[in-house]
Every structure is written in structure tokens, then in C-alpha cells.
């Protein structure tokens, strides 16, 4: 079994920067895909940034250039550096694994990001 804690985000102004922070706990494999997912109000949750086996990451394209996400497997951890945010970046983000070897996904509580003045 897998668990995932979220923690940072918060309200930030815009065009600043924040750091999402994400501890697992349980068997997760270094070919296992984490990631960020986030969802705003009356919207579907979306892939945010991934990264997978050997360090293979992937951005969703209004993220690309600003947010950075990174990994240490021998922690369990994942994080994600958000940079010149923007009010569309509001929303609740999820850290997501998925494991290969059962094909199962699982997910933090979320964290509250809210870009505002």
C-alpha cells in the first residue's frame, strides 16, 4: 500500500513562486511514474508534471518553462517548483504514483494553491 502526503502551496501573488513537496510511504519503484495533478473549481483534474523511469518527465503546456518537478527516489519524495504563477494556476494539486507492476494509481489529499493578490 502506498501513501502520499502533500505539503507547501498556500496563497501566492502573482508572477511569484511556490514549492509543493510530496513524501510517499510504502513500495515504490524507481520505474514507478510520479507526478502532479491538479484541479480547479468545475474542472476536470489534469496532469500537471510527471516523471518517470531514469528521470523522463513530462509537462502539461501551460506549465511548461515555469514549473519544474523533481525526484529522490531513495526519500519516497517528489516536489514541485512553480514559478511565475499565474491566477489560472489555482487550484488543488494531487500527487499522483503509478505503479507498474500492479497498474494502480494512488493519491495525496491534495494541497491548496491559490494565486491572488
Known amino acids: 500500500q502506498v501513501q502520499l502526503v502533500e505539503s507547501g502551496g498556500g496563497l501566492v501573488q502573482p508572477g511569484g513562486s511556490t514549492r509543493l513537496f510530496c513524501e510517499g510511504s510504502g513500495i515504490i519503484f524507481s520505474v514507478d511514474t510520479m507526478g502532479w495533478y491538479r484541479q480547479a473549481p468545475g474542472k476536470q483534474r489534469e496532469m500537471v508534471a510527471t516523471?518517470?523511469?531514469?528521470?523522463?518527465?513530462e509537462y502539461s503546456d501551460s506549465v511548461e518553462g515555469r514549473f519544474t518537478i523533481s525526484r529522490d527516489n531513495l526519500k519516497r519524495t517528489i516536489s514541485l517548483q512553480m514559478n511565475s504563477l499565474k491566477p489560472e494556476d489555482t487550484a488543488v494539486y494531487y500527487c499522483?504514483?503509478?505503479?507498474?507492476?500492479?497498474?494502480?494509481?494512488?493519491w495525496g489529499q491534495g494541497t491548496q494553491v491559490t494565486v491572488s493578490s
Open positions: 516523471i518517470g523511469n531514469g528521470g523522463r518527465v
Open positions: 499522483n504514483v503509478h505503479q507498474w507492476l500492479h497498474n494502480s494509481d494512488y
